[in-house]
């Protein structure tokens, strides 16, 4: 059986997940009003995670952070080209060159049954070819006017079925949708 | 005082208002998909409303679609060239060439509380130089991939303050935000 392949990720009201240059510091000054033991949900859903697959521009501004933050879950980081991962990454981190198809194929083989795709382009080639099943968008009160957009050009429309949204009193607004595989 | 300045708008998940050709058919199709008398809050906004301003690219997608929607109330067209308006359009409808601030005061001076912008451009226009209180977004579940974006680059973040969310079973959310001025 396939796995379930997830978006969870914060955009501006305008649709950007990082300014041109990568920076977070909006998101950070937003996540600064957020009440301390509230994540959004986040942890819940990583709890569901098998595996983690990510661009080789997120895994890098991951690795900024310092620590890293996804313990023994598996880690997919895709590049064309070869990575060489620090030595204090844990093992299940790991290179792959595979298109989103054979690597969703692979994982499922393995026994994965729900991965999270993450970063602008690797969730846009995920969608290109169909194999994105839910995305969760917590909407961050700004405008950045522009930057790096979660969403790109697509070859057609895909309808979405939204399956509900939250508020926060801080201001943040999940939404979320089912994307029809099919459609 | 000053007029307050409201956007009340339906984009794709993705951000667009319009296909880049200013097709609406993607939000007629879900249109189809809302009950009968289901409008959304908009016939109440609208009574709210004592003056719209639109662009020239919006005046003219609402003149195709035949009967003039918005009765006599006083419309502002911006253009920086002349409009000739059909006769059949009521005498309320007016072109100016006036930047947002020196309509915005005018209209205030003649005694309007509440204007009501629409389209892009103009929307755009009104955010850039600080004009606009509050925004209704009304998410329809479809992205889109490209076409006439709501939001463009801009001098400085715009931070906005979450007022409140409303979701429909047929799975249109609306996000409402107000804006502060002097930010």
Redo the contacts between chains.
């Keep these: 059986m396939s796995a379930r392949v997830s978006v969870f990720i914060a955009t501006s ?3 950007f997940i990082a300014r041109k240059d990568g920076s977070l510091d ?1 998101l950070d000054a937003a996540n600064e009003t957020v009440p301390p033991g509230e994540d959004c949900g986040y942890r819940e859903f990583m709890q569901s995670v098998d595996a983690l697959v990510m661009g080789r521009n997120t895994f890098e501004k991951v690795l900024s952070f310092g620590d890293w933050p996804y313990g023994d879950t598996a880690v997919t980081v895709l590049s064309r080209n070869p990575i060489s991962f620090p030595d204090s990454l844990p093992s299940t981190v790991k290179h792959s060159s595979e298109d989103p198809q054979t690597l969703c194929k692979r994982l499922s083989n393995e026994g994965v049954k729900h991965i999270y795709v993450d970063g602008g382009i690797t969730i846009q080639r995920f ?1 290109a070819v169909g194999l994105v099943d839910d995305i969760l ?1 917590t ?1 961050i ?6 930057g790096i ?14 399956t ?2 939250k ?1 926060f009193d801080f ?3 999940q ?1 979320q ?1 089912d994307v029809n595989r099919n459609a």
Excluded: C, M, N, R
């Design positions: 009201l305008d649709g909006w969608l968008i909407v009160p700004v405008l950045l006017g522009e957009p979660l969403f790109s050009p697509l070859a057609q429309d895909i309808p979405l079925k939204h509900g949204t508020t201001g943040f607004v939404l949708y």
